[in-house]
């Protein structure tokens, strides 16, 4: 039940992605800036679960833990308070 619900959160988040992306743009994740990051409300998660993806794959890590996501997101926002042309992925680096 739990990875039912862990899998669905995850495409519903996935499903808004796009929203970042106005119109079907492309985005390069390593460019995506504070400003942009925190001009899309409804983007902030989908962008912390897709960094989450990426992160994890690379140290190979398979524990989803929403908590740390929500401080993530915190975290994130403190650290783009006057800097919007931070890159958002270099925070997680």
């Known amino acids: 039940m739990k990875t039912i619900m862990i899998t ?3 495409l ?3 499903a808004t992605l796009p929203t970042i992306a106005y119109a079907g743009q492309k985005v390069d994740m390593a460019e ?3 400003k942009e990051f925190m001009a899309d409300p409804d983007g902030i998660m ?3 679960f897709w960094i989450d993806g990426y992160l994890s794959n690379a140290s190979g ?4 833990d929403p908590d740390q996501m929500g401080q993530n997101v915190q975290d994130v926002a403190k650290e783009c308070n006057g800097n919007p042309d931070q890159k958002i992925l270099d925070l997680f680096n």
């Open 32 to 34: 995506l800036t504070c």
């Open 46 to 48: 989908p962008t912390i």
């Open 8 to 10: 669905a959160v995850s």
């Open 61 to 64: 890590n398979t524990v989803i």
């Open 12 to 14: 519903a988040c996935l």
